[in-house]
């Protein structure tokens, strides 16, 4: 419990009478200060007891009091001790009457008790409450470092609670709550995602205070590295003592040391997971079955979809690893659903991931992508749905996906919208444009010197199939006119239109450079 004015009045040894400001007695103390001069305010912190005997002070003058204690109390002076006996045998009303207007205490020192004496008490009570705090800090520390070791975090968050007399909760990295004590706290902390998601764009360890002075929050950081690992809210009507921040920062010590040990057991989980991996690539589903045993078995049992990342162009090395990122988004969200992901880095520069087809982290992973991905500078490419023994296959489908990602400049394609779709907007590349414009350039140089409209005939033949008469009355010529036509595109190309690849070639560069229709 903090000193008080209070608990100096009722110091027996100390025999201090209340002559003013009785009603703020309750006010904490940090130290006791002596000083004679007429204006001491330079020299105070604010939360001091001020000792004098008015020995410089013009004690009975109304206005000159008036102006020394509005002084002392807008500096923060908590009350004034006044030592009758020496200076003035009683307190001078025209002081008395300044105090009771500021509303400062004025305590009245009898000359008996010597400032010496009220300097040792308010020591002596400073320390006893310091060791109160260290000693209730330690048994908090210990008391959630049992809860650590025997329970988990969720125990250390209801631990924090209890002695911070409010609410606490931990949050992961992407902000969402992990637990939160006592149980009405889960909402309340939930309004804070916004909150938790600035901090994490802090390098670590950061802190904010958020919040009225009905429901004062403070943020903490997690994670011993740059990177924020997760946060901690604790939420109090009032500043932390000192008591309450030991158990504070105990926690935050407690709930880092369990997030870097939780990533040591994920390094090891991916260095297994890469070797699933490889093992299902290579045609050997049984045997990593074995070796994932429970940690990723059940998702080898059910259908599942590869979905592979890269970073769609050059990599800032000062930004933040887009596919750590990405990494942690999926797997948070197998975690809040209890369910299996593998994600498996490949070096720096890809990331393979294998989760449940239709599940939480491929719903994540759209969100991602129609969020963030583009912006972080991924390209994703995702697999169709599949089984252990077509991992393989999987691997090529979301290679492929990828492939067509990075030259349309989207963020994430599906195997399944490239054979579900058309061929054509694969020609959407500048090699296919340039071969497409070189095929046809003989036939454009042709046309531009007005002997003729061999490009339109062309596109008129193959759209009806090279059938004659319906190919002329669209172009509104006789078919011999057409044929004529035709024989000049072999000529100038060199190549027969009998042969059904020269035919393919044609059309594909057509519509390449958007100059054929829809075939009839």
Known sequence: MPLTLASLVQHSALKLTVRAGEDRLDTPVRWAHVSELADPVPYMEGGELLLVTAMKLDAGNREAMGRYVKRLADAGVVGLGFAVGV???????????????????????????????????????????????????????????????????????????????????????????????????????????????????????????????????????????RRVRGALAVGTGAPLGTAERYAVHSAIALLTLTTERSRSLQAAEQRLGAAVLRMMLAGQPDHARAVAGDLYGGILDAPFRLLIAEPAGDRDPGAEPALTTLAETLETAAARTGETVLTVPEGEERLVVLAADGGAVAAACDAYAEKEAEEAGLVIGLSAPTGPTAAASAYKQAEQALSVARRRGR????????????????????????????????????????RGDLVASLRAWLSRHGQWDAAAADLGVHRHTLRYRMRRVEEILGRSLDDPDARMELWLALKATGEAPAPR
């Open 87 to 225: 200076n003035y045998d009683q307190i001078p009303d025209a002081l008395l009457e300044a105090a009771r207007e500021a509303d400062l205490p004025l305590l009245e020192v009898p000359r008996r008790t010597p400032f010496l004496a009220i300097s040792k008490a308010v020591s002596a009570a400073l320390a006893a409450d310091q060791y109160r705090a260290v000693t209730a800090g330690f048994e908090a520390q210990r008391e959630m470092t049992r809860a650590a070791l025997a329970e988990g975090p969720a125990a250390v968050v209801a631990r924090l609670a209890s002695h911070v007399d409010g609410w606490a909760a931990l949050y992961d990295a992407s902000g969402q709550v992990l637990a939160a004590a006592p149980d009405w706290a889960a909402r309340r902390a939930a309004r804070l995602t916004a909150d938790v998601e600035r901090l994490r764009e802090r390098s670590a360890p950061a802190s904010a205070v958020v919040g009225g002075t009905d429901d004062r929050v403070e943020l903490q950081s997690l994670g011993t590295g």
């Open 411 to 450: 963020a994430l394609v599906e195997h399944e919208e490239l054979a579900a779709g058309s061929v054509l907007p694969l020609l959407a590349d500048d090699a296919v444009r340039a071969f497409a414009d070189g095929l046809l350039r003989a036939l454009h140089e042709h046309d531009a010197t007005g």
